[in-house]
């Protein structure tokens, strides 16, 4: 779901080119850029050859470009971790943000994975053990904001490239197995786990269910309203 060896092939392999494309080029940043516009390049045709789709490859590519074009517009070489500092930022929110209204996106994410839809949200306690388990994942957004914020502002190109390579896939490892031991911990004894979410009747209801309907009917099918019998008038 995160991309496997591939997706680390993606985020690492672009910036490490271009650092060493700057150095090896006097600190030349058209140097820098093609050689990540190259290697990025390299890494979309290789991935298109295995059969992934060409949507995510060139997405992938697009990010390079980006980066490429914002350190030439600007002439800082740094410049060219902006959008990976900004893109940070923005998940840190978002994660938190998904916790407070209710929807840990920790939570979304397995659900469309084991194909549960909204149904795990109808479960408190499967509700209350992604919300604690979401924290970890915003917690590594904060992590790398921390480090990325002041490299950059320093000019740090090579340390904000080590940086990049050890807080990406080492770090979600670590926030993939820490998750998980806070949600196997937050689940009361005797729970079915996360493929097996208990649902409570007016918990949580599904997206898309309307007040007033009962899961499973057709819309409007959920109340009828009584008819006062024939000949009868009904009292006013």
């Known amino acids: 779901m995160l991309g496997g060896r591939r997706g680390a092939v993606d985020a690492t392999a672009p910036p490490v080119a271009f650092a060493l494309g700057w150095l090896a080029t006097g600190r030349s940043l058209v140097g820098g850029v093609a050689a990540a516009v190259l290697v990025g390049t390299a890494v979309a045709a290789w991935r298109l050859r295995r059969g992934d789709r060409p949507r995510s490859v060139l997405i992938g590519l697009l990010a390079v470009c980006v980066a490429a074009l914002i350190a030439l517009r600007t002439g800082r070489a740094t410049d060219f971790f902006l959008v990976q500092v900004l893109s940070n930022v923005a998940s840190a929110l978002a994660w938190v943000v998904s916790i407070v209204i209710r929807w840990p996106l920790l939570g979304v994410l397995v659900g469309v994975a084991l194909r549960q839809r909204g149904r795990w949200r109808r479960d408190p306690a499967l509700l209350r053990a992604y919300g604690r388990g979401s924290w970890v994942w915003a ?17 740090q190109v090579v340390a904000l490239v080590v940086a990049r390579v050890a807080l990406t896939w080492p770090l979600v490892a670590s926030a993939l197995a820490v998750s998980w031991l806070v949600i196997r911990r937050s689940l009361p004894a005797g729970h079915p786990g996360l493929r097996h979410p208990v649902t409570v009747p007016g ?7 309307e007040p007033g309907t009962n899961p499973g ?9 009584e008819r006062p019998p024939r000949g009868e008038r009904p009292l006013r």
């Open 217 to 225: 009917t057709e819309p409007g099918v959920g109340t009828k309203r």
């Open 139 to 155: 917690a590594t957004y904060a992590v790398r904001v921390a480090v990325f914020v002041p490299l950059y502002l320093g000019g």
């Open 203 to 209: 918990a949580a209801p599904d997206p898309g269910t």
